[in-house]
RNA sequence: GGUGCUAUCGUCUAGUGGCCUAGGACAACGGCCUCUCACGCCGUAAACCCCGGUUCGAGUCCGGGUAGCACUACCA
């Protein structure tokens, strides 16, 4: 019988969400839904020195932000989402969804694999292992070393027991059974054989804060909610066979997932791995959103607050480390969830390529109607409007007819300021270069004598003005550039923005007239 | 150091032995459009890591190099 498909996204709350940990949530959520199966999301927080307030809200924030939908384990509250404040809730019978919350949970399997003899109980302190690791080059807690150290192995087992009792410090270590050649099958991959001599003793549970390490607690969890494939990083391949290895000393090798390991998500310049310094150096986010870290104070920026749309964000992630069965660059979700699939997933690294970011979220910028970026370039405008002594104001139908003049010019909602900024604020000055070519010396009598055939005009359309004034052009022979240009430096004050009758509109008459006789003054 | 993974234009990639004089996209460059700046459109330049082998035929399969990356914690 096919199983149910049911995979997940654990991520650790340790700081804002990695970009290339929102791209594995997505490969994720589009494998989940285009096999039918449940998306879960859970929180691996058995690290406790490393917890980040704020930073699972974070995680479930952003993945709601992008559309990425959670069907088991935690997620943002749609309820709370109406009502406008954010609340996490939990949904699906295979909790609880935190680690920290299955204590209980990992007390039992600790003590299978420490009766069936495939871990035992570790002793050894920090300061011992560090001392081993100085004396011993290429260090390893494994079959070759093990019986050398403070272990159940070599200690008597009154003794053990009487330290445990005593409440000694220890950790449960996984016995790796020497020169065994384990083989995972990776979905991307193919066949990966490791022996596992290069395999340690990995520790699977500490007793000082009663939590099992990252390795234990996973298996465990993967097996219990029925996890069908795991889909991860490629930092994770080399201790898939350790996985594999403890999957069978809890004799769940029947279920155990299939493997997919997705390659890294490399910085733009050089190589390696992205890291948020890359982000801060090449001056772009390496977050999904503005992440403000209680613990160390530091501020990230997002590409939510840089103001990209969610659906370029998700369109360019996609396409990092995947392409689609044709020459399609442009995917709306429900495109990708057909489209996805595991081999077509590439086996190298991905550079991240800023630069085709911005090409996306311009794509979608223009996809997006006048009304809705004037609703998401108000709070910006507004910022500009408060540090400007006499701003024109406009109601948010103009601003939206604004938009659609210029937004085919712009990448970002935030930079549409640059572009509309006169239509909201008469220019006080004006851009030397622009001055420089285009106006001329015959420029203030050109502006003087449209300026009174503009004043005996009483159609100001765009159709009307053209009709008007480009035969007077013609007959005085002034040429058009010439006296446009003028004309434009009057009412923008430089050489720049959408056509000159579709300013004028905007502005109306008086408006314009005004701003030729202000020039006319100030440009003599 | 050890182990593993990977290797096509500057970047993301297509390519699953003949369709490859190697295709698309971003960026770059040039042109067109035009009252300006952009957008848009059209075009140009640009790559199979190296060496062997298999084969009638290799970017594609195999081996060896080289290079890059990842992992190598009581982190995940």
Redesign the pocket.
């Known amino acids: 019988m096919e199983r149910r498909v049911r995979v997940r996204f654990?991520?650790?709350p340790?700081g804002a969400l990695h970009i290339g940990g929102v791209r594995t949530a997505l490969y994720n959520y589009l494998f989940a839904r285009q096999h039918g199966g449940d998306m879960l999301l859970r929180i691996?927080?058995?690290?406790s020195?490393?917890f980040v307030p704020g930073a699972e809200e974070y995680i479930l924030e952003a993945l709601d932000w992008l559309g990425i939908g959670i069907d088991e384990g935690l997620r943002m509250s749609q309820k709370s989402k109406v009502e406008g404040q954010k609340t996490i809730e939990a949904v699906g019978s295979h909790g609880p969804y935190r680690?920290s919350e299955r204590r209980e949970i990992y007390h039992q399997y600790v003590k299978q694999l420490l009766d069936s003899g495939h871990a035992y109980i570790?002793?050894?302190?920090?300061e011992?292992?560090e001392a081993k690791?100085a004396e011993i080059p290429?260090?390893?807690?494994d079959a070759r070393t093990r019986m050398q150290m403070r272990n159940s192995l070599t200690m008597p087992a009154d003794e053990v027991k009487v330290l445990v009792d005593k409440g000694e410090?220890?950790?449960v270590r996984f016995k790796v059974e020497p020169n065994e050649d384990v083989h995972v099958h990776?979905l991307?991959?193919?066949?990966?054989?490791?022996?596992s001599n290069?395999l340690?003793d990995?520790?699977l549970y500490?007793?000082?804060d009663d939590?099992?390490?990252?390795?234990l607690?996973?298996i465990v969890d993967d097996h219990l909610m029925e996890i069908s494939h795991v889909i991860r990083?490629?930092?994770?391949?080399?201790?898939a066979p350790l996985h594999v290895l403890l999957y069978r000393a809890f004799g769940w090798e029947e279920t155990m997932p299939q493997f997919a390991?997705l390659?890294?998500l490399?910085k733009?310049d050089?190589?390696?791995?992205l890291s948020k310094r890359d982000g801060d150096r090449l001056g772009f986010p390496v977050f999904p959103l503005e992440f403000h870290n209680q613990k160390d104070g530091t501020v990230s920026s997002g590409y939510r607050e840089s103001g990209y749309l969610p659906e370029a964000v998700i369109n360019f992630l996609a396409?990092?480390?995947?392409?689609g069965?044709g020459?399609q660059?442009m995917y709306t979700m429900d495109e990708l969830i057909k489209d996805f699939s595991l081999?077509?997933v590439?086996?190298?690294?991905?550079?991240?390529?800023y630069?085709?970011g911005?090409?996306f979220n311009?794509?979608y910028l223009?996809l997006r109607s006048n009304e809705e970026l004037a609703e998401m370039f108000k709070p910006v405008l507004e910022e500009h409007l408060r540090h400007i002594d006499i701003p024109i104001h406009r109601d948010i139908e103009e601003v939206a007819k604004i938009i659609g003049l210029v937004k085919?010019?712009?990448n970002f909602v935030p930079e549409l300021w640059e572009?509309v900024n006169f239509f909201f604020v008469a220019p006080t000055e004006y851009d030397e270069k622009?001055l420089k070519k285009?106006w001329k010396e015959d420029s203030p009598k050109h502006m003087t004598e449209l300026l009174d055939l503009l004043e005996a005009q009483e159609d100001w359309s765009a159709e009307a003005l053209d009709a008007l004034v480009m035969p007077w052009i013609e007959s005085k022979e002034y040429g058009?550039?010439i006296v446009?240009?003028a004309?434009?430096i009057c009412l923008?004050g430089?050489?720049?923005?959408?056509?000159?009758?579709?300013i004028t509109d905007v502005l109306g008459k008086e408006e314009t007239l005004k701003r030729v006789q202000t020039a006319l003054t100030k440009l003599g």
Do not use: C
């Open positions: 654990a991520p650790s340790t691996e927080d058995t690290d020195t490393r680690q570790a002793f050894d302190t920090p011992e292992l690791r290429n260090f390893q807690y410090k220890y950790v990776d991307i991959r193919g066949e990966v054989v490791i022996n290069i340690d990995k520790v500490k007793s000082a939590l099992p390490t990252y390795h607690a996973n990083g490629e930092e994770w391949l080399p201790s390991h390659p890294l490399l733009p050089g190589n390696g791995k396409l990092l480390g995947w392409h069965s020459d660059e081999d077509r590439s086996k190298s690294g991905a550079k991240f390529d630069e085709k911005k090409w311009h794509q223009q085919d010019r712009v572009q622009s285009r058009v550039g446009m240009n004309f434009r923008v430089a050489a720049r923005g959408p056509h000159i009758w579709a």
